[in-house]
């Protein structure tokens, strides 16, 4: 069963993964991945400490593209969390089978233009975008799971690819 989602969210862990998605999919593992969190001893600890009961996995990008076949033969649910489109794409480029991304919050930043309520995306996301979607990997827009899905290049044109 292994992967349950696949979450873009520049928050990672937080309530609507705990609490919404984490009421629906009840995973057991998450793994954070995140180059900069990896890399910080004091962020690690935080982020292990984020999610009570559930065994949380702080890993760069290379280290989760590593496990991410052998995590997804493992029994019982998992997250897979990033901060950004960037990253996505780098964990698919370095081997990660991912079909589909949740975007679930990728909030305003100076430069980035609203799509959603919960999405905001620049020209640099955008082309990331177009790339994963080439690959033939689904971006579903969709906060939280009582909501609906929609495909990111539904909400906006300029991500669709030919």
């Known amino acids: 069963m292994s992967w349950a989602l696949h979450r873009i969210d520049d928050r990672l862990i937080h309530g609507q993964v705990l609490v919404a998605w984490g009421a629906r999919l009840n995973p057991s593992r998450i793994y954070v991945v995140d180059d900069g969190v990896a890399a910080s001893a004091w962020e690690r600890e935080l982020f292990k400490e984020a999610a009570p009961g559930i065994e949380v996995h702080v890993a760069g990008v290379a280290e989760a593209a590593a496990v991410h076949a052998e995590e997804a033969a493992a029994p019982r649910a998992a997250f897979l969390l990033v901060r950004d ?53 689904r971006l579903e827009a969709q906060d939280v799971p009582a909501s609906r899905a929609a495909a990111l290049e539904d909400l906006d044109a300029s991500v669709r690819t030919a």
């Open 85 to 137: 489109l960037d990253t996505a794409r780098r964990l698919v480029e370095a081997g990660a089978r991912v079909e589909e991304w949740n975007v679930g919050g990728l909030h305003y930043a100076p430069g980035k233009e609203k799509v959603n309520e919960y999405v905001y995306l620049d020209d640099a996301d955008r082309r990331i975008a177009r790339d994963l979607i080439a690959r033939g990997v």
